[in-house]
C-alpha cells in the first residue's frame, strides 16, 4: 500500500472543538481511517493511503464547517460523519445542519442530527399521519413534540394532544397514590419532560390551564374526534390493535398525528399482538400515511447507546436464523417417509 501525505489549511481558532479534549475526536478518525493526524502552524498534515487521506480530509472539512456554525463537536458528530464517509455522503452533515425546527427555552437549536432524523422531519411536514420506528435514541418523540410545538406556535393548529399507552416497563408497580393525573404521569412523564425543555414550564403550564396542551392515557382518546389539533402517539408499540385502530380513527380536519414506538421494546402480555405491527403492515399502501424507519445509525444519546442497539440488532438477527433453520428443519422431517412408506 502506497503511503501519501496530505496538508491543508486549518484554522487554529477551531482546533481545540474540532480535535476534542485531549485530540479525543483526531483519535476517532485515526484509528477508524488508519491515518495519522498533525497539526502544526494552522496547517494539517494527514498520512494514510491516498483513500483513507481523502475520507479523512472530508470528515475533518465537514467537522470544521459544524463547528464554523457555531455547533460543539461531539463524539457523536464524529462517529456519524465517518459513517457517511463510507457510503460517500460525507457532506450530507452540514446540510443537515441548517434545518433548524425551534429553539428551547436556553436557546439551543432543535435539528435533524442524521439523514434518517432529517428524513423523519420533513416525513412530518409532509404527511398528515406518520409512523416513526426505531430503536432508543433515534430523536422519535423529541423531533415530533419540537414540530407540534413549531406548528402550535405557528398557529397551523388550535392544540397539542400527548398521548401514550399507561403500561408498566415488565413490572407490576401496583396502585400509585393520589388523584387520577397524579396516577398516570409517571407514565408520561417522559413527555412532560421534553414539553419543559422546548416550551418552558411556565409556559406549558398556562397552555396546560386553558386546555390548549393536553397529556393524557391513551384510553382517554375513546370517543372523542381530534379536529385542529397536533397529536402524538408515544410508545405505540405497547397498544393492541384495536387501541391502534381506535386512534387512528380519532383523527380529525386539520389534525396531524405522529406514531411513535420501538418495536424491539414491547411490554405487552406474552403472546399478544402489538398495533403497531398490525398498523405498518395494514396501512403501508395508504399514500397519505408516512413511514420513517430510523436505526442504530440514527441513535443521537451516548455513543455507547448505539453500541448496545447494534448488538442486540446482531443478536436477534442470529436468533431469527436460528430458529428459522430449526423449522424448515422440522418441516423437512414431517415431509420425509417412516418405515411404513408413509409421510409422517
Request: net charge neutral; proline share 4%; glycine share 6%.
Amino acid at each position: 500500500m502506497d503511503i501519501t501525505e496530505q496538508e491543508f489549511p486549518f484554522p487554529a481558532e477551531h482546533a481545540g472543538n474540532v480535535f476534542g479534549q485531549f485530540d479525543t475526536n483526531m483519535k476517532i478518525i485515526e484509528k477508524t481511517l488508519h491515518v495519522t493526524i498533525i497539526f502544526r502552524d494552522d496547517k494539517l498534515k494527514l498520512i494514510g493511503s491516498s483513500k483513507d487521506c481523502e475520507r479523512a480530509k472530508n470528515v475533518v472539512e465537514q467537522l470544521l464547517l459544524l463547528s464554523e456554525r457555531g455547533n460543539d463537536i461531539t463524539e457523536q458528530n464524529v462517529n456519524y460523519t465517518l459513517s457517511l464517509s463510507m457510503t460517500d455522503e460525507t457532506e450530507a452533515v452540514s446540510r443537515l445542519d441548517s434545518d433548524i425546527i425551534c429553539h428551547t427555552i436556553m436557546g439551543k437549536p432543535i435539528k435533524p442530527k442524521t439523514v434518517g432524523q432529517k428524513a423523519y422531519v420533513d416525513t412530518i411536514t409532509d404527511k398528515m399521519i406518520v409512523f416513526g420506528v426505531g430503536p432508543a435514541g433515534t430523536g422519535k418523540t423529541y423531533l415530533a413534540m419540537a414540530k407540534a410545538i413549531t406548528a402550535f406556535k405557528a398557529g397551523e393548529v388550535n392544540r397539542i394532544i400527548l398521548t401514550r399507552p399507561a403500561i408498566e416497563a415488565g413490572e407490576k408497580l401496583g396502585f400509585l397514590p393520589g388523584d387520577l393525573q397524579s396516577k398516570v404521569d409517571p407514565y408520561l412523564r417522559p413527555l412532560y419532560d421534553a414539553l419543559y425543555e422546548i416550551m418552558g414550564a411556565e409556559t406549558f403550564a398556562k397552555n396546560m390551564e386553558k386546555g390548549l396542551i393536553e397529556v393524557a392515557p391513551l384510553a382517554y382518546m375513546r370517543g372523542r374526534t381530534l379536529d385542529n389539533a397536533f397529536v402524538v402517539l408515544d410508545e405505540a408499540q405497547n397498544t393492541t390493535p384495536a387501541q391502534m385502530k381506535m386512534f387512528l380513527t380519532r383523527i380529525g380536519f386539520g389534525s396531524k398525528a405522529i406514531i411513535t414506538g420501538d418495536l424491539t421494546q414491547k411490554d405487552l402480555p406474552s403472546g399478544s399482538r402489538s398495533g403497531l405491527d398490525d398498523a405498518l403492515r395494514v396501512l403501508k399502501n395508504i399514500e397519505e400515511i408516512g413511514v420513517c424507519k430510523l436505526t442504530s445509525n440514527d441513535v443521537v444519546r451516548h455513543p455507547l447507546v448505539q453500541k448496545i442497539v447494534s448488538a442486540y440488532d446482531e443478536y436477534d438477527k442470529k436468533r431469527e436464523e436460528k430458529e428459522r433453520r430449526k423449522q424448515d428443519r422440522e418441516r423437512r422431517l414431517r415431509r420425509m417417509p417412516d418405515k411404513r412408506g408413509e409421510s409422517r
